[in-house]
């Protein structure tokens, strides 16, 4: 048999279920608003035997349609509960205002995740314990007596707090998982740590020693710290290298010296000698206060390559003098690594390594617009800088910007169920152009920006040996012409951020693709639950959202917006239009 549930209810229900606390919103469906002032409560049993007469944490929604409860961890400390289906047993949402009633089941077939944005993960009781240790020093050889101390906490929505201080067990591994070091029944300081001491099998394996912390209240296991154990002799030399010139532009020789010489004094004779050069990307941000606040493009890639290698023999002072002709033409920017490794009478290597910066372009154009979001038919200045390889302003370079307008044309059709289909076909036009040549200083290029939208601007030049180097970004305009956004199955929400990281003090501003241009949307920060909330209404397709950024909000914070459809149906509207609609974001 196939069960499923199904309510008839004016009321439709978002519960963010979080682990020290939950938050319940509660619109009504035929006009579009907030349910104020409804009887709240959860309810536990299944679709026959609910038990309404027993309602648990009672509470009354405010005036914007929010209701608070409490969390897994009071709720079902052991997620026993909340990872059922329909047709058993577990918690309801129950809502109840003027006679009218609504049921939200705390089952898998009503949890909603967008997993592009943010996985659930929901623990038990004690599941957001954390640890982290430290050695007395950083390697060790075998037989080496090591000393430790691990400190555990617990993480509350704000930040972390006292961790149980009983039930502990310390289990310690060595590189071939055999049991080294191991305590059961451990006791945590008043201070929360965990001091001791292991030695080193003399005969044992070297490598990475694995440091495992469980504890009996879930099945969790902690990864305080681990011991690095190495088998090693120091050789009797030492390495040294120098570099020249100490920065490297595409197409100049580096020259690489090398030299071996014992820790006793005097020179490692005839050394065996590997040489390396890997090139790297890195990112072009120069220091000149008139190239402060400006964007400079340059290709990203994690990957190094390697554009040199060579092997030689030393002379009789250890000495060694090697020179690289580096023709990469990318990255266009970054680094050069170069590693000297000289081979001892027992055949192993010790290096040393050193970098320079590496330019394959003597000229680069960098680009700085302070509005992140701008306002369609208000002028707005974008300024453009040509600097040279070591970041100083540079003249008399050809420079062209190109802005261009992402423009959405829409075709509907009907398929074969007479369903209608929409397809948006995406199209960069051409919305402004500046021509210009560099100067000492920052060029400007004033832009009006005629239409609400996303924009494209491009600055390009070609630098004195005619290679080509472009910056790149984007800005969204704002007004109050309505825009399509794409509308999946998934009720994703986009948000958009300007900045990776912020800090205490900061405003962080966030753009939202709003698809519902008249909606009041749910804004909350959270953490292992809600940390603040606030209702707010979203004007026109491009909305902004500001946030005060505090220092409870570090080490960081996940930014939740949920929009209800906001619009009255039509007269006319179909059954489709009628659905309940929402959109969720983080």
Same mark, same amino acid.
């Given at each position: 048999d196939?069960?499923?549930a ?14 020290y ?26 679709l ?5 007469n027993n $309602?648990?944490?009672?509470?009354? =929604? #405010? ?16 997620l026993?509960?909340?990872?059922r ?15 009218e009633i609504a049921f939200?089941p705390?089952?898998y077939e ?8 943010i996985?659930?993960?929901?623990q038990?009781?004690y !599941? ?9 020093q950083g ?14 906490r ?8 006292a961790?149980?201080?009983r039930?502990y067990?310390?289990k ?13 029944n ?7 740590t965990?001091v ?5 099998? *003399?005969q044992?394996?070297?490598?990475t020693?694995q440091?495992?912390?469980? =504890? ?7 990864h305080?710290?681990?011991?690095? +154990?190495?088998d090693f002799?120091?050789? $009797?030399?030492k ?7 100490k920065?490297? &532009? ?8 090398? &030299?071996? *010489?014992?820790?006793?004094? !005097? ?8 040489l ?5 990307h890195? $990112? ?12 400079f493009?340059v ?12 092997q030689? =023999?030393? #002379?009789?002072?250890g000495?060694h003098q090697?020179?690289?002709?580096v ?10 690594? +170069?590693?000297?490794?000289? &081979? ?6 010790t290096s040393?390594q050193?970098?320079i ?5 003597d ?5 700085k617009?302070?509005?992140?979001v701008?306002?369609a038919?208000?002028p707005?200045?974008?300024q453009?800088?040509?600097v040279?390889?070591t970041g ?10 190109l802005i261009e307008?992402?423009?959405?044309r ?6 074969a ?5 929409i397809?948006v076909? &995406?199209?960069?036009v051409?919305?402004?152009h500046?021509e210009?040549v560099?100067?000492l200083?920052?060029?400007?290029c004033?832009?009006?920006?005629r ?8 600055a390009?030049?070609a630098?004195?040996?005619q290679? +080509?180097h472009?910056?790149?970004f984007?800005r969204?305009a704002?007004?109050?012409e309505?825009?399509y956004? #794409?509308?999946?199955?998934s ?21 939202i693709?709003n ?19 606030w209702? =707010?209404?979203?004007?026109g397709?491009?909305a902004?959202?500001? +946030?005060?950024?505090k220092a409870q909000?570090a080490p ?5 917006v949920?929009l209800? #459809?906001?619009?009255? $149906?039509k ?16």
């Amino acid at each position: 048999d196939h069960q499923f549930a199904l309510f008839a209810s004016p009321f439709e229900i978002h519960d963010k279920l979080g682990h020290y606390n939950s938050l319940v919103w509660v619109k009504d469906l035929r006009n579009h608003q907030p349910v104020a002032n409804a009887r709240l409560s959860l309810v536990l049993g299944s679709l026959k035997t609910l038990n309404v007469n027993n $309602p648990l944490f009672p509470t009354k =929604t #405010d005036k914007h349609g929010v209701a608070w409860l409490p969390g897994t961890v009071e709720l079902d400390p052991k997620l026993s509960l909340l990872g059922r289906g329909i047709g058993e047993r577990l918690l309801y949402v129950r809502v109840e205002k003027d006679s009218e009633i609504a049921f939200l089941p705390l089952s898998y077939e009503f949890q909603y995740s967008n997993y592009s944005d943010i996985a659930i993960s929901q623990q038990g009781a004690y !599941g957001h314990l954390r640890a982290w240790g430290m050695t007395a020093q950083g390697i060790y050889k075998l037989g080496d007596v090591v000393e430790y101390k691990i400190f555990v906490r617990n993480q509350s929505n704000s930040g972390f707090i006292a961790a149980p201080l009983r039930h502990y067990h310390l289990k310690i591994t060595d590189p071939l998982h055999k049991i080294v070091h191991e305590q059961k029944n451990l006791h945590l300081s008043d201070f929360g740590t965990l001091v001791g001491q292991f030695t080193v099998p *003399a005969q044992g394996a070297a490598g990475t020693y694995q440091v495992e912390l469980r =504890t009996s209240l879930n099945s969790q296991t902690l990864h305080p710290f681990t011991v690095l +154990v190495a088998d090693f002799r120091p050789a $009797p030399f030492k390495v040294s290298q120098t570099l020249e010139p100490k920065r490297l &532009r595409h197409g100049e020789t580096l020259k690489v010296s090398t &030299r071996a *010489a014992l820790h006793a004094g !005097g020179p490692y004779q005839k050394p065996q000698i590997r040489l390396t050069l890997n090139l790297q990307h890195a $990112p072009f941000n120069p220091t000149h206060p008139l190239a402060k606040g400006f964007h400079f493009d340059v290709p990203h890639s994690y990957h190094s390559t390697t554009v040199g290698q060579a092997q030689a =023999t030393g #002379d009789a002072q250890g000495a060694h003098q090697q020179g690289f002709a580096v023709t990469s033409t990318e990255p266009v920017y970054g680094n050069l690594e +170069v590693e000297s490794a000289v &081979r001892d009478d027992r055949g192993k290597w010790t290096s040393t390594q050193s970098s320079i910066p590496y330019a394959a372009r003597d000229r680069f154009i960098g680009l700085k617009l302070d509005d992140w979001v701008l306002s369609a038919n208000k002028p707005t200045k974008i300024q453009a800088l040509v600097v040279d390889d070591t970041g100083n302003p540079a003249a008399g370079t050809n420079s062209n910007l190109l802005i261009e307008h992402e423009e959405h044309r829409i075709s509907r059709s009907k398929d074969a169920q007479g369903e209608e289909q929409i397809k948006v076909d &995406r199209v960069w036009v051409k919305a402004g152009h500046c021509e210009f040549v560099s100067t000492l200083k920052a060029r400007d290029c004033e832009f009006i920006p005629r239409k609400s939208g996303q924009y494209r601007l491009n600055a390009s030049i070609a630098d004195t040996r005619q290679r +080509v180097h472009s910056t790149q970004f984007s800005r969204w305009a704002s007004g109050t012409e309505a825009l399509y956004w #794409d509308s999946d199955k998934s009720n994703r929400l986009e948000i958009v951020s300007p900045r990776a990281s912020f800090k205490p003090g900061d405003t962080a501003e966030f753009l939202i693709k709003n698809p519902f241009p008249a909606a009041h949307a749910l804004v909350t920060v959270e953490r292992f639950g809600v940390l603040e909330q606030w209702t =707010t209404p979203l004007v026109g397709s491009i909305a902004t959202i500001r +946030v005060p950024i505090k220092a409870q909000h570090a080490p960081g914070f996940y930014l939740s917006v949920t929009l209800f #459809d906001s619009e009255k $149906p039509k007269p006319n509207a179909n059954k489709a239009d009628l659905r309940p609609t929402f959109r969720l974001g983080y």
